[in-house]
């Protein structure tokens, strides 16, 4: 598609509650991008991925975050037994190959988590 | 500390009038810095990207300018419009680094008519 579609917009989870998001790129993007918002303060990066393989994921909290991109899907972020402190808006973002280099992201609107 | 930072970290405006927004950033080397403009409840949008050697660079009523040297860059907003308001986001993308972008806190505009 023409822009990156996310979904649900809003998403709420007793504490302990799996949560799962999802993210259509672009058409033609081959990097997807996963930030955290917290409280409209600054995006925290989480992890990215060339097509469908895991490009850089030091900002994953692995315990309890896990994210694919798998052909013919939508990529996905989910979070296992959810905290208060994953409240948040998660936002995805793609990249062409050719200006990923350049910072240029493409947002989706995000998904709000609560967590309650 | 953050690795960048923007000032003021709101500000409101009467419509009409001019601001700037500042970024000071200690990011080194990067490749480029880039502001983007985050309406509220929606992703943020890119409206200027600057390389290390640009100076400045416009797009429409948004200026953004680089100062290399002081590693500062500022967003100058003329003749501010109500649909201004929003969040403003510095962006640097550090020449290492695997496309990691570091984000800025943003600055909250408030146009008012």
């Known amino acids: 598609g023409e822009e990156v579609a996310q979904t649900p917009k809003h998403l709420v989870r007793g504490e302990g509650q799996k949560a799962k998001l999802y993210c259509a790129p672009i058409?033609?993007?081959?990097?997807v991008f996963w930030y955290q918002q917290v409280l409209k303060n600054e995006f925290k990066f989480l992890i990215s991925f060339q097509n469908e393989n895991v490009f850089d994921e030091t900002g994953m909290p692995k315990e309890r975050f896990s994210a694919k991109c798998l052909p013919n899907s939508p990529c996905s972020l989910e979070i296992q037994a959810t905290k208060l402190e994953d409240s948040a808006v998660y936002f995805c973002?793609?990249?062409?190959?050719?200006?990923?280099?350049?910072?240029?992201?493409?947002f989706g609107e995000g998904s709000r988590l609560t967590v309650l | 500390k953050n690795q960048v930072e923007q000032s003021p970290q709101s500000l409101i405006i009467l419509e009409g009038k001019n601001c700037t927004l500042q970024c000071n950033y200690t990011v080194s080397p990067f490749s480029n810095l880039r502001w983007y403009k985050q309406d509220t409840g929606r992703g943020p949008v890119s409206l200027t990207i600057?390389?290390?050697?640009?100076n400045t660079k416009s797009n429409g009523r948004y200026t953004a300018t680089l100062d290399a040297d002081t590693k500062q860059s500022s967003l100058h907003i003329t003749a501010s419009q109500l649909s201004d308001s929003a969040s403003y986001i510095c962006v640097v993308s550090p020449i290492t680094g695997g496309f990691k972008t570091i984000f800025g806190a943003g600055t909250r505009l408030f146009v008012k008519a």
């Open positions: 058409k033609g993007h081959s990097y």
């Open positions: 600057m390389t290390f050697s640009e």
């Open positions: 973002a793609s990249s062409h190959y050719r200006t990923a280099g350049t910072g240029e992201l493409f």
